[in-house]
């Protein structure tokens, strides 16, 4: 019933942008906190941004500055601008929802998209 579909990964030279998408139904997205995570090969899976149902940002160091989190509740889909992109930034993306904000951070969330691959040419 619950549902996260991201969308909007590519193949990006280094310095270029792409803007990933998630769509979400089966819950209150309004009611939900946000987040998006990655994976590169061989590593672990790495927070990368949340954002709270008050609007409430929260991004890791490495991405500070380039990447964006922002949410459209009349679209129940959460965003995620990246700029500036590094080699370094090549994963695929994963978006998660959890009506607990703290659950985002951790990693412990209910819910998980299918993830969108990201890859950035040097």
């Known amino acids: 019933q619950v549902h996260l579909v991201e969308s909007g990964g590519g193949l990006v030279q280094a310095g270029g942008s792409l803007r990933l998408s998630c769509t979400a139904s089966?819950?209150?997205?309004?009611?939900?906190?946000m987040g998006w995570y990655r994976q590169a090969p061989g590593k672990e899976r790495e927070f990368v941004a949340a954002?709270?149902?008050?609007?409430?940002?929260s991004y890791a160091n490495s991405v500070k500055g380039r990447f964006t989190i922002s949410r459209d509740n009349a679209k129940n889909t959460v965003y995620l601008q990246m700029n500036s992109l590094k080699p370094e930034d090549t994963a695929v993306y994963y978006c998660?929802?959890?009506?607990?904000?703290?659950?985002?951070?951790?990693?412990?969330?209910?819910?998980w998209g299918q993830g969108t691959q990201v890859t950035v040419s040097s």
């Open positions: 998660n929802a959890d009506s607990r904000p703290i659950r985002i951070v951790s990693g412990t969330s209910d819910y």
């Open positions: 954002i709270r149902w008050t609007d409430v940002t």
């Open positions: 089966g819950f209150t997205f309004s009611s939900y906190a």
